[in-house]
T-cell receptor
């Protein structure tokens, strides 16, 4: 079975500062890793995903994440935060065997201070 | 990738009653997943619905409380039975986009916001 741990339920940064949201996973087989964003009272939006190939993945809105197998991590970064980045971010893992459903982390609420 | 139509988008229900949520997919998919998102929480998998067989429920979820139907490869329903205020949540369905391999990613319905009073 797979699992996801997101360190930090709340992260606050200043506008223009680096955004770093941490995600560690556990999986007995090669994982597929995803980051989703959820704005208040809205649905999930896919930011980026890692399945195979290049370990540095670029997504929408300037976000990127790097798959590090040795560290079992998939941290999300953005060089410069915008006010519009304030939202809830979820890391999730799945595999191409077994049940194939996404397993979500507990989420990180990002606040961006002016 | 697949497109999902989920209904209703929201409902307010009396305790003790049941609500059935529908998800219609515009293409045939092998597996459909049902999730619950309690207020301020993450998404938790309720069950996986496979056509032609009983749904597979996750720990803490039982068929009597959350019966699921999967009559064909494009449609599924989730019923929340004998509701209590603790069932107030957003319920979402999801499929693997474009096939059975998660390599393609996932598509989510827009969610059903349920309030039990």
């Amino acid at each position: 079975a797979q699992s996801v741990t997101q360190l930090g339920s709340h992260v606050s940064v200043s506008e223009g500062a680096l955004v770093l949201l941490r995600c560690n996973y556990s999986s007995s087989v090669p994982p597929y890793l995803f980051w989703y964003v959820q704005y208040p009272n809205q649905g999930l939006q896919l930011l980026l995903k890692y399945t195979t190939g290049a370990t540095l993945v670029k997504g929408i809105n300037g976000f990127e994440a790097e798959f590090k197998k040795s560290e079992t991590s998939f941290h999300l970064t953005k060089p410069s935060a915008h006010m519009s980045d304030a939202a809830e971010y979820f890391c999730a893992v799945s595999t191409d065997t077994g049940r194939r459903a996404l397993t979500f982390g507990s989420g990180t609420r990002l606040q961006v201070q002016p | 990738s697949a497109v999902i139509s989920q209904k209703p988008s929201r409902d307010i229900c009396q305790r003790g009653t049941s609500l059935t949520i529908q998800c219609q997919v515009d293409s045939q998919v092998t597996m459909m997943f049902w999730y619950r998102q309690q207020p301020g929480q993450s998404l938790t998998l309720i069950a996986t619905a496979n056509q032609g067989s009983e749904a597979t429920y996750e720990s803490g979820f039982v068929i009597d409380k959350f019966p699921i139907s999967r009559p064909n490869l494009t449609f599924s329903t989730l019923t929340v039975s004998n509701m209590s205020p603790e069932d107030s949540s957003i319920y979402l369905c999801s499929v693997v986009s474009g096939g059975a391999n998660p390599n393609y990613g996932y598509t989510f319905g827009s969610g059903t916001r349920l309030t039990v009073v």
